[in-house]
Every structure is written in structure tokens, then in C-alpha cells.
């Protein structure tokens, strides 16, 4: 690994308390932001994670810590960048947020172009503040498990980070490092938050810009149970526009900013929202904890709720039933149609059973087969294929995936026996998730019944209040809670009795005769 660019022993102006011209650099680095974006090259970029924070952005995440009174501040930038980070936390102290009278600044940084920008950066601010900085060019992954199992240095009291996004695979080197301190996850910029949780000191506040994707979803979970054991969530900030906070670096993941306390007493949450990084339409609300992870949640899913109003179903006393309550299964669609192409017919013949994709959806139900699709619309059932398809019967299919322009997330439709007279089996596309029970078929009345709820506005906004992708998973829809089995078969035999339903139809009817 490359030698320490400013260190041991820092470059420090000892003495220079706080005074700072109001013209702030961050200002300056601006231009050092977009220099940087346009000089280098794309790929080392994206292999290197490095979206660098717009100077708005900065300043906000800066604006979230506290104001403190400790003597000095240990600040931590991992992943620095050019700087923008540390130096929106350096103008807050310069400002008179913070009593500090003196601040030590690590910040890492693995590439060599952005490093160079980053010691002048820092320079120019140790310049002005009694400030000492150390610009470390090692991976902060490997040096900080250095620090954890042989600790030198006192620890953080801050930390303000905007991570490399990049999936650690399972056999890598990062991920047996990450695991000899009990940090099990599956992306670089988890593994940074996590380290960074563990590198603080007691109260210690860590900011950080990171995408929303850890708030869900099996993967996450370690990394959710890590941190939430360690730290106290005190706010999140949403931008409700997916590809506006980084806008000229074509980011399209939906980030979030979080503080979090270490070691801290959890206590209410602030949410707040922006639509994107000019915060013109800031808008904040505190929330008890409980909305955030909800106290029975096995998974602890982290909900971000943007409006102020619990949502109707969780405040229903009649949608309390889980999946298992109701002896419903979901699982992924079984058929992934490429590991058995010599399998597939384009249409019904002879020995085949119907194969459904999300194509073959129309209205609530199912038209099948379909002419000019570019999917197949039957498979052979034989020795090979049995073991996944279902017996024909009653079944709600749900779309794994959806394209954020689409007003639902979560689009149902009922597979009935008759679409498909003569066949005795179906199978079911991997892009789709089957509710089934032990891999039959369903009562018609829960089925139609679970469909049209599914369907309603309101599980729809429910469900966004803890997924932000476009991705569907069974986990989550597992995650739900459903009304009884009454319930959901009243609802399927109003909805048989009516024919073809319109949206207005089933909100109309779930949110004045269900909630
Ligand atoms: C998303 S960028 C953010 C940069 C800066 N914090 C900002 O907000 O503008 C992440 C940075 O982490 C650096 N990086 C990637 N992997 C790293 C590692 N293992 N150790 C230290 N830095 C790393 C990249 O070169 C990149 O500059």
C-alpha cells in the first residue's frame, strides 16, 4: 500500500482557533468537485465508488451533527474524496457551531488523483484553523480492522461519510476481514458505516450519505442488527427524487442521509424530506421509533414514513394477520427460463404446461397464450421440469419488478384454472412471486380476496413506506400484514360478483368496508 501522504504527525496550525473568512471554501471546491467528476476516467470511477457529494449536499449532512461543546474533535472521512465532506464540517466549526478548539481530521482516500486534490484541501483549511490533518491513502477497510483489534489512537467523536457503493462478494478478502469483527454484509458502503459504528467513541456521531438499500431485504439484516445494537437512529433524510441528489454524476440509486449516535439512548426519529439537493421543499417531522422498526419485526426493516399520518393499515385493528396466520405462502416464480431454454416452446404443443411471465398479464387476471411475445409461452413437463411447477389451481401472481414510473410498486393478478382448461400444471417465470399454500393452489374467494387487496392504494403506500426500490421481494411481502381469512374471502366473492374492477373500485371499497 502507498505511504501516508500528510502523516504521521499531521500538518497542524496549533493555536488558530476559528476564524474563518464567511466566503467559505467549500464554495472554492466546487469547482474542484466538477474538475475532478470531468478529468477522471469513468471506469476507475465507477470501480472506485467515486460520486463526489455536491457542495448542497455537504453542507446539509454538516448541518446535522449537533451543536457540541466538547474541547477537541476527532473527525473521520472515510472515502474523502476531494475533501467536500470534511471541509462542510471544518465551515460549521469555523461558523461557531461547535466549541472545539482544536480538530483532528483523518480522512482516507485509496486514489492517488483524488488524494492530491483532497491534502490540498485539507491544507488549505489547516492553514486557517487549528487543525491537524491526516490524509491516509490506505483501504480504509483493511487499516480499520487494524485499529479495532489493536487500538492505538483515541477514538471518534465524529465521523462524516459519503461510502464507496460495491458489492463485496462472499469469497472475497474484505468479506473474511469484515467477518473477523463480527461485520457480515454485502456491500462496500455498509461495510464503511459499520466500521466506522465500531471505530467511535461513546456518543460519537457518525453522518452519512448512503443509498437506500439497507433498509431492507434479507441481505441487510446483519448490517441492520450491527448497527442498530450499537447506535441510536436520530434522523434520515429522504430525497424523494431518486436521480437529483447527484444529479450530474447520473446516480440513479434513491440515497438517504442518516445520523446515527453511538452508544446512543434510542429516542424518536427525524424524518425529513426534500425532493432533491436544493432542500427548497425541506420539511421535517419527528416519529416514535416504533414506526421506524416496528417492535415486532424480526427482520428490522427500517421504514422511512414522509407524511406525518400513521398509514391506515397500521392502524387497522382488523389487518393484523400474517402470511403464515392465513397458511399463505409467497415464494419466487420457481421456472428461470435461461437455465432451461431446451425446455421452453413459444407456444402450447403436445406435453406441455402454460409457462406465465408478467406478460401474460391483462386486467386482473391472465391472457394466455399470447402471439408476439419474446417469451416463451408453454414449457415440457417432464422428469426434468417437475420438480417446478405447481398443480393448476387458484393463485395471486405479483410483478418482481417495476419501473419507478409506474404509479404501483405492487401489481396483482389472479391465475385462474380456467385460462388454461386442459392443463394440469403451470409454471411460473422467476420474475414473478406466487402466493400459494405448500405449493398448491388457493381457496378462489382468498385468492380474488388477497388480489383486490393487494391491489388498493393503500397496502401500495404502505409498502413504500419501507421499500425504496422498484423490487418486489417475497421477503417483504412476507413482512406484510394481511386481514383475517374471512376478510380477504368476502372481498373475493364482492369482487367475482362485480366483474372487472377499476382501481377507484378497490380503494373505494378496501379503505370504507376493510380499514
Ligand atoms: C462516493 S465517493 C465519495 C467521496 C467524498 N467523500 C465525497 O463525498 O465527495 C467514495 C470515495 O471512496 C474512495 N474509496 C473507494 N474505496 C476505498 C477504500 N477501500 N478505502 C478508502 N477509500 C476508498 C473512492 O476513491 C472515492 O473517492
Redesign the pocket.
Known amino acids: 500500500m502507498a505511504a501516508i501522504s500528510s502523516c504521521p504527525g499531521g500538518i497542524t496550525n496549533q493555536g488558530r482557533r476559528a476564524s474563518f473568512p464567511k466566503a467559505n471554501m467549500l464554495e472554492q471546491l466546487e469547482q474542484v ?1 466538477i474538475e475532478a467528476t470531468t478529468s477522471i476516467d469513468l471506469g476507475i470511477r465507477s470501480r ?6 455536491p457542495a448542497t449536499v ?1 453542507r446539509f449532512m454538516a448541518s446535522l451533527f449537533p451543536a457540541s461543546n466538547l474541547p477537541s474533535a476527532r473527525l473521520l ?6 475533501g ?2 470534511t471541509g462542510a464540517f471544518l465551515d460549521r466549526w469555523a461558523e461557531g457551531a461547535f466549541e472545539f478548539r482544536e480538530v483532528t481530521a483523518t480522512a ?4 492517488d488523483t ?1 488524494r492530491g486534490y483532497l491534502t490540498k484541501t485539507l491544507e488549505g483549511y489547516a492553514a486557517q484553523l487549528a487543525l491537524t490533518i491526516k490524509v491516509l491513502s ?4 483493511e487499516d480499520s480492522l487494524n485499529k479495532i483489534q489493536f487500538p492505538t489512537e483515541p477514538r471518534f467523536t465524529h465521523a462524516i ?5 460495491k458489492k463485496i462478494h462472499s469469497n472475497s478478502r474484505h468479506r473474511r476481514l469484515l467477518s473477523q469483527v463480527g461485520i457480515e454484509t454485502v456491500n ?1 458502503y455498509s461495510a464503511f458505516v459499520a466500521l466506522a459504528v465500531e471505530l467511535m467513541e461513546t456518543g460519537g456521531q457518525i453522518v452519512a450519505i448512503i443509498p437506500r438499500s439497507f433498509c431492507n431485504g434479507p441481505y441487510y439484516r446483519p448490517f441492520r442488527e450491527f448497527v442498530l445494537a450499537r447506535a441510536a437512529i436520530r434522523h434520515i433524510h429522504l430525497f424523494e427524487s431518486r436521480n437529483k441528489a447527484f444529479k450530474d454524476d447520473g446516480v440513479l440509486q434513491e440515497n438517504i442521509i442518516i445520523r446515527l449516535e453511538c452508544g446512543g439512548q434510542q429516542g424518536k426519529v427525524t424524518i425529513s424530506t426534500s425532493t432533491d439537493d436544493t432542500f427548497t421543499d425541506y420539511q421535517a417531522h419527528a416519529h416514535p421509533f416504533e414506526r421506524i422498526v416496528m417492535p415486532y419485526d424480526r427482520e428490522r426493516f427500517v421504514h422511512i414514513p414522509t407524511s406525518l399520518n400513521d398509514s391506515p393499515i397500521e392502524l387497522s385493528p382488523v389487518i393484523r394477520h400474517s402470511l403464515a396466520d392465513l397458511g399463505i405462502e409467497v415464494s419466487t416464480g420457481p421456472v428461470v427460463d435461461f437455465r432451461m431454454r431446451e425446455h421452453l416452446r413459444e407456444m402450447p404443443e403436445p406435453g406441455t404446461v402454460p409457462l406465465l411471465y408478467s406478460v401474460h398479464f391483462a386486467g386482473l387476471g391472465i391472457e394466455w397464450p399470447k402471439m408476439g411475445i419474446k417469451k416463451p409461452n408453454a414449457i415440457m413437463r417432464n422428469a426434468y421440469t417437475e420438480k417446478w411447477l405447481y398443480p393448476t389451481g387458484f393463485y395471486v401472481v405479483t410483478r418482481r419488478f417495476s419501473s419507478k414510473e409506474e404509479k404501483r410498486r405492487i401489481v396483482a393478478n389472479v391465475v385462474a384454472p380456467e385460462a388454461f382448461p386442459d392443463a394440469l400444471a403451470l409454471g411460473f417465470e422467476n420474475h414473478l412471486n406466487v402466493f400459494h399454500a405448500c405449493k398448491k393452489g388457493l381457496p378462489e374467494d382468498l385468492v380474488r380476496g388477497l388480489a383486490v387487496f393487494l391491489n388498493s392504494r393503500v397496502f401500495d403506500n404502505h409498502f413504500r413506506l419501507f421499500s425504496g426500490h422498484t423490487q418486489v421481494n417475497a421477503t417483504d411481502l412476507r413482512q406484510m400484514k394481511y386481514p383475517s381469512h374471512a376478510i380477504l374471502s368476502s372481498l373475493g366473492s364482492w369482487a367475482k360478483s362485480r366483474g372487472e374492477l377499476t382501481q377507484a373500485m378497490i380503494d373505494t371499497k378496501i379503505e370504507n368496508h376493510i380499514l
Open positions: 468537485r472506485l465508488g467515486q460520486f463526489l457529494t455537504a472521512d472515510a472515502g474523502a474524496g476531494i467536500s465532506l482516507y482516500e485509496i486514489d483524488l490506505y483501504d480504509f477497510i461519510l459519503n461510502p464507496p457503493y462496500i
